[in-house]
Each structure stands twice: as C-alpha cells, then as structure tokens.
C-alpha cells in the first residue's frame, strides 16, 4: 500500500523565495496534518485539516506560511517570502476519522534556506 | 495543558543490551498513549500504543505499560540490535486529534 507521499524530499533555495511543499495522504484518510521539525523546538503542528477543511491553523508560525487542502488526495504547504529561520524538516501527515487514530507519517522535506 | 516528558538521550547500547526509555505524562484526564519511533532519513512510525490504564502495548521486541499510579509509559526491549538504532518519541493525544510529543530520545546500538 501507498503511504504518505511528500515532494520534493529536499529543497535548497534562497531566502526571499516561495516555496511549495506537497502532500498526497493515504487514500481514505480524512485527516491531513503538517508538521516542522527542528532541533531546537522538535515537532511542532502547524495546521491540521479534515475533510479538506483546515481545522486548528493555531501552530502556523507567521502569515508567511499558508497551508491549502484542494481535494482528499493533495494538500499544499507554501511559505512566501521564505526566512532561514524556516530551515527544519516538514512532515505530512494522515490518519482516518475517529478517536486516538495512529497517524501515518511521511518521509518528509528536508528544507533549506540559504 | 496535557504532555508527555521523555529521558533526555543520547542513549548508545551494545547490541543484544537491555534498552529502557523513560516517559512520563501529565494529564486531566486518562489519555491514550503511544511510541513513535523515526528511523534515519524517514518519518514517524507508530511502533506501539496502550488505550487504557494497565494496558501494555508490544511491537518488534518492544513494549511499554500503562501506569496510571505512576503516570508513566516506560518503553523497554530486552535485546536491542543494531537496527533499532533511531529516535524514540512519547505522545499522547491533547484532543481528539492533536497529538503532543516529547523531544525524542535518540538510541544508537553498536554491533
């Protein structure tokens, strides 16, 4: 079975650029989640959605970061403009409906701003 | 609020050595617990979780029990091999959907 999908698996780019991370969770799962991970604050939830409808966005760090659900099987993490700050790994993220669900995870983007 | 707290690591072992992770949880309420484990180079997986107090969850050689007088879920495994060396993660759920994780424990297992 397919699991999480995430591209690219790493991104290299300057500061002041836009960057689009992408996400295509498992087929059925109805909750989608982004996640950053870095040494210093390890892993923090950005935004979470269900049904393609974002939930809880109270973990997005700045209105530099957006997050967009289009459709059950592709979910986009933007940051525009990006900052070095923004450097961490980002993981998406599904799980099917219900209580206490494991999520899956996927391999995540492992971003640099230089 | 609701959250786990792990032992701080690095924690490096010779393979076939005892290996113990200690976590520890504050709660409101009797949340439901879990171990992910993140293998280099690739994303959390669930390696096991318990739902209920005294509950013990196993998975791969590894298990962990749900102590509700302790308020703890220690992950232990009784052989380690090389390829458990990654990083360990504590979690419990803060609602129905958000997940809250400690810092990580990474293991290294020598040959």
């Known amino acids: 079975d397919a699991g999480v999908i995430q591209s690219p698996r790493h991104e290299v780019t300057e500061m002041g650029q836009e960057v689009t991370l992408r996400c295509k969770p498992i087929?059925?799962?109805?909750?989608l989640f982004w996640y950053r991970q870095t040494m210093m604050r390890g892993l923090e939830l950005l935004i979470y959605?269900?049904?393609?409808?974002?939930?809880?966005d109270s973990g997005m760090p700045e209105d530099r970061f957006s997050a967009k659900m289009p459709n059950a099987s592709f979910s986009t993490l933007k940051i525009q403009p990006s900052e070095p700050r923004d450097s961490a790994v980002y993981f998406c993220?599904?799980?099917?409906?219900?209580?206490?669900?494991?999520?899956?995870f996927g391999d995540g983007t492992r971003l640099s701003i230089l | 609020g609701d959250s786990v707290t792990q032992m701080e690591g690095p924690v490096t072992l010779s393979e076939e050595a005892f290996l113990t992770i200690n976590c520890t949880y504050t709660?409101?309420?009797?949340?439901?617990l879990f171990w992910y484990v993140q293998y280099p180079g690739e994303g959390l997986q669930l390696l096991l979780k318990?739902?209920?107090?005294?509950d013990k969850g196993s998975n791969k050689g590894f298990e962990a029990t749900y102590r509700k007088e302790t308020t703890s879920f220690h992950l232990e495994k009784g052989s380690v091999q090389v390829s458990d060396s990654a990083v360990y993660f504590c979690?419990?759920?803060?609602?129905?959907?958000?997940?809250?994780f400690g810092a990580g424990t990474t293991v290294t297992v020598r040959a």
């Open positions: 979690a419990l759920y803060i609602n129905d959907y958000k997940l809250s």
């Open positions: 993220a599904s799980s099917f409906s219900g209580r206490y669900q494991p999520q899956h």
């Open positions: 087929s059925g799962h109805d909750y």
């Open positions: 709660a409101t309420g009797y949340p439901s």
């Open positions: 959605f269900n049904n393609n409808v974002p939930i809880d």
């Open positions: 318990a739902t209920k107090a005294d």
